[in-house]
């Protein structure tokens, strides 16, 4: 008796099935040619700042000579005229990815490459979008997760950075590591290049106070910051310094003979850089851990600062 039913069968995978096949094809496509819009403007936004970077160094180059040389006065003009206008055009694809980029769904992240994920990765950490940036990276991690699942292997563990100095797993055993963390410095110069470029370059001044013990030092922070450390110069109980960062961090005064290793994501640490305690996976106790075998003994961040004092 039930046979004669059997026909009915192919109806209801019609109905059914097909119109959600239908509609998450439909769905996939809306995605896909979201991203794409997403990806063509972030490349004319990417041409519009590196030809605005151009003609303003021509500005500058003819600026000193432009009134005593006709020659240089124009090449400034003319320069002056396409930076404006690029420097315009910029702007203007930064407003309107700004206005769609609030609008990217999950299922829009998903359906993207992961070259496409990076880029969109990077254009969020130029406008200060970090929580947008950090989401992406969850992605492209569970995504090579996945892969190496897939192909039957573990994830392949990144070599350690390759650096001049010792690799710090010889410390004393009463050693003490201080994390200092900022945002950015206080002391921040504004006429800095790094500024021009959207980077509050300063710096910090880091008393160490502590003379009892062997003090670690862990300097980090988003933007780049010159480190002075005020420190006895000599029979120091320093003995070593981790430094990172988004951009480029530096210690000065630094006593002779005392270690130190530059994990900032510029020199190339991808892998490896931390600039605060609140990053996400631990970011910034793993690695510390990593580099010198030691429990945090006290972490100080701040969003901005002038001095730090270790006691």
Not at 87 to 112: C, G, M, W, Y
Not at 253 to 276: C, R
Request: charged share 30%; glycine share 2%.
């Amino acid at each position: 008796m039930l046979t004669r039913y059997f026909f009915i069968l192919p109806l209801i995978l019609g109905i059914y099935i097909f119109p959600a096949t239908q509609t998450s094809f439909a769905q996939h496509e809306i995605s896909r040619k979201n991203i794409d819009l997403v990806m063509e403007y972030i490349d004319k936004y990417k041409k519009a700042k590196t030809e605005a970077t151009l003609y303003k160094k021509i500005m500058d180059i003819n600026t000193s000579i432009a009134r005593r040389d006709k020659k240089a006065a124009s090449k400034y003009h003319k320069a002056n005229r396409q930076y404006i206008y690029y420097t315009n055009e910029q702007n203007k694809h930064a407003r309107f990815l700004s206005s769609i980029i609030p609008q990217i769904t999950e299922h829009d992240l998903n359906v993207a490459s992961n070259t496409e994920l990076r880029k969109l990765k990077d254009f969020y950490i130029e406008i200060k979008k970090h929580v947008h940036a950090e989401q992406i990276k969850n992605i492209l991690i569970r995504r090579s997760i996945k892969d190496a699942k897939d192909a039957g292997t573990k994830p392949k563990a990144p070599e350690m950075p390759k650096t001049k100095g010792p690799f710090f797993k010889d410390l004393p055993k009463e050693t003490e590591v201080h994390v200092l963390s900022v945002r950015h410095s206080a002391n921040y110069n504004p006429m800095s290049q790094e500024l021009r470029t959207g980077n509050r370059m300063g710096h910090i001044i880091v008393d160490v106070e502590n003379e009892t013990k062997p003090i670690f030092l862990v300097l980090t922070a988003y933007e780049p910051v010159d480190w002075y450390i005020n420190a006895k110069q000599k029979d120091t109980n320093l003995v070593g310094i981790l430094l990172s960062g988004m951009y480029e961090q530096r210690a000065l005064n630094v006593p002779p003979g005392v270690p130190s290793i530059n994990w900032s994501k510029v020199k190339g640490q991808e892998a490896y850089y931390f600039y605060s305690s609140k990053e996400p996976e631990n970011r910034l106790y793993k690695h510390v851990v990593m580099a010198t075998h030691k429990r945090i003994r006290s972490i100080q961040e701040e969003d901005e600062a002038e001095r730090f004092i270790v006691r």
